[in-house]
């Protein structure tokens, strides 16, 4: 088992990140789409969470961009 990294790279200055993860449940159709905001210092902006009805897991993750 080995362990990796991970790390959060900043946004250029005078531009905002946003980081979009998604849940889904094959048999209801449906999940959540998370979104983060920060800014180049990495200062929170805001989240959000959103129900949605999708018929895959990556269409869930399209309706969060």
């Known amino acids: 088992l080995s362990v990796v990294l991970v790390t959060w790279t900043p946004p250029s200055p005078g531009f905002i990140k946003l980081n979009v993860d998604a849940s889904w449940e094959a048999s209801l159709g449906s999940g959540f789409v998370g979104v983060v905001a920060r800014n180049n210092a990495g200062g929170f902006l805001g989240a959000g969470r959103y129900?949605?009805?999708?018929?895959s897991v990556a269409m869930a993750e399209a309706f969060g961009c």
């Open 51 to 55: 129900s949605v009805k999708a018929q």
